[in-house]
Each structure stands twice: as structure tokens, then as C-alpha cells.
T-cell receptor, first 117, second 114 residues
Framework: AQKVTQAQTEISVVEKEDVTLDCVYETRDTTYYLFWYKQPPSGELVFLIRRNSFDEQNEISGRYSWNFQKSTSSFNFTITASQVVDSAVYFC??????????????FGKGTLLTVNP | EPEVTQTPSHQVTQMGQEVILRCVPISNHLYFYWYRQILGQKVEFLVSFYNNEISEKSEIFDDQFSVERPDGSNFTLKIRSTKLEDSAMYFCASEAGFGSSEQFFGPGTRLTVL
């Protein structure tokens, strides 16, 4: 069974603050992928990043960075110098990569980030 | 850039009515999915479809639900007799194939059951 836990239900910050969104996962698969999606108020799911379980290197993309730690089963997401446009619900998700014909995504409950001006 | 499309964007229906939600996946993709998101909650897997058959379905996907790929381009989700609790955003996703690792999501259809 797979499980993704996003313990932070809501976070509120002031613009330009850094903010970290936590994600902890459980899986029995030896190989898997982790994802982050952004869901703005308009409702669509915007893909942010995919991380293969083999690759524990941290990644930075502009103001976004991700910290993958297999030892603690965590895949945290940091936004540096937050902006009002970052306000959204952020979902962490997990899927197996073990062959077969089903690669369903298991999502966490999401973290609502509000960035205030 | 190719994208997944879904129609309609918003569907309002009366309880007990049948609805069909339509999706056009990215052409040459092989795996197709439906997910559901009740307002304010997480995105939940409903069903996956590969090689013209269901490969996995969740406990949510009961006999009231069915999926079809009628013409090689559309991928539909039918709810036979809608209930109030079917009100949700329904997302379609497609994936190129084994090892591609990324599912491309459509913009969603918001279903409101009155």
C-alpha cells in the first residue's frame, strides 16, 4: 500500500518569506517516482517536478527547490522569496515504477499556501 | 505542445441522471486515467485503462461508473445514475507508456449534482 502524508494543512506567509512544504511517503516498492503539483484557484493541476527514487540529488529551479531524503522517506518543497502568485494548494504524489500496467498516482491531502502581500 | 483536453469544463445535472465526461488524451499515449477531487479534498484515483481494458480500479469505481475509449481518440467516463456525492472535479490523465513516468493531466470537469 502507498501513502503520502502532507501534515501541513494550511500555511500562511508574508511575501518574500521562504516557505517549506513537507511531504512524507510510505511505499513497499523498491523503485518509485515522487511528484509535486500545484493547484491554483482556477483548479487545474500544474506539474512542478518528478523525482526518481534512484536520484537523491536535490534540485533547484528558480525560486523552487526540492529536498529528497530516502532515509526519512521525505520529499520536501521549498519556495524562496515567496510571491502572491505562489498562493495555491500544493500536492505531493507517489507512483510505483515496478512494471506492470498500472502506475496510478497516490496523492497527499495537499497544503494550502497563502502568500499575503 | 500537445495537451489533454476535457469537455465540458462544468456539468450540472440532476440526481439520478446519467453523465458522460469526455477526455481527449495526447495522441500516441497508451495509458489513461481518471481521478476525482471532491471540493477541498485530495485527488483520488478512480481507474486506469490500458490496451482497451481497465487495468485497475479503486473502491470508488463501483458499478455506476464505466469507462470507454470508443474511437481511438476519446476516453470517456460515464456515471449511470448520479448521486449528490458524485459532485467533484474529475481529471483525466494520459501517459506515453512504460517507463515514461509522467502523467499529463487535463484541466478537469467540474460535475455538480443537484
Amino acid at each position: 500500500a502507498q501513502k503520502v502524508t502532507q501534515a501541513q494543512t494550511e500555511i500562511s506567509v508574508v511575501e518574500k518569506e521562504d516557505v517549506t512544504l513537507d511531504c512524507v511517503y510510505e511505499t513497499r516498492d523498491t523503485t518509485y517516482y515522487l511528484f509535486w503539483y500545484k493547484q491554483p484557484p482556477s483548479g487545474e493541476l500544474v506539474f512542478l517536478i518528478r523525482r526518481n527514487s534512484f536520484d537523491e540529488q536535490n534540485e533547484i529551479s528558480g525560486r523552487y527547490s526540492w529536498n529528497f531524503q530516502k532515509s526519512t522517506s521525505s520529499f520536501n518543497f521549498t519556495i524562496t522569496a515567496s510571491q502572491v502568485v505562489d498562493s495555491a494548494v500544493y500536492f505531493c504524489a507517489l507512483r510505483p515504477n515496478s512494471g506492470g500496467s498500472n502506475y496510478k498516482l497516490t496523492f497527499g491531502k495537499g497544503t494550502l499556501l497563502t502568500v499575503n502581500p | 505542445e500537445p495537451e489533454v483536453t476535457q469537455t465540458p469544463s462544468h456539468q450540472v445535472t440532476q440526481m439520478g441522471q446519467e453523465v458522460i465526461l469526455r477526455c481527449v488524451p495526447i495522441s500516441n499515449h497508451l495509458y489513461f486515467y481518471w481521478y476525482r477531487q471532491i471540493l477541498g479534498q485530495k485527488v483520488e484515483f478512480l481507474v486506469s485503462f490500458y490496451n482497451n481494458e481497465i487495468s485497475e480500479k479503486s473502491e470508488i469505481f463501483d458499478d455506476q461508473f464505466s469507462v470507454e475509449r470508443p474511437d481511438g481518440s476519446n476516453f470517456t467516463l460515464k456515471i449511470r445514475s448520479t448521486k449528490l456525492e458524485d459532485s467533484a472535479m474529475y481529471f483525466c490523465a494520459s501517459e506515453a507508456g512504460f517507463g515514461s513516468s509522467e502523467q499529463f493531466f487535463g484541466p478537469g470537469t467540474r460535475l455538480t449534482v443537484l
